[in-house]
């Protein structure tokens, strides 16, 4: 009985030390058409993997490179409404941003309305 557990033992011991150096997982493939010549040149899978990423990752760079240098659009120039002209009514008073505002406050309709109540209150509310 104590043979057999030593058996066991050493069967277990040999097998973990083959795998553990690398064991054997059979004959490689026989590569054909395409893949033979691919793999003439990226023998292990890691390799094939990398070279695959780095095809794309090239693809990725190159549309994006054509992305930033084509063609630039000379920006659209916007050009403002020209303002109305507007006609205030006589005592009425002017828009703040028409040219005619400043005069306003220079003459005697302006004093007119300040010292006027009810034109104010008109004017305000």
Not at 65 to 80: D, H, Q, R, V
Not at 89 to 94: H, I, K, L, Q, Y
Not at 95 to 122: M, N, R, T, Y
Request: aromatic share 8%; with cysteine.
């Amino acid at each position: 009985a104590s043979r057999r557990i030593v058996a066991r033992q050493v069967v277990a011991a040999t097998q973990k030390r083959n795998m553990a150096l690398g064991g054997h997982s059979g004959p490689p493939p026989e590569w054909e058409g395409i893949d033979k010549v691919v793999r003439s040149y990226f023998p292990q899978d890691h390799q094939l993997s990398a070279a695959v990423l780095g095809f794309y990752f090239s693809c990725y760079c190159l549309y994006s490179l054509s992305k930033m240098g084509g063609k630039k659009k000379e920006p659209e120039t916007i050009e403002a409404p020209a303002a109305p002209a507007t006609t205030t009514p006589t005592g009425a008073v002017p828009d703040i941003e028409s040219p005619d505002f400043e005069k306003f406050l220079d003459s005697e309709a302006f004093v007119k309305l300040l010292d006027s109540e009810e034109q104010l209150k008109g004017v305000v509310g």
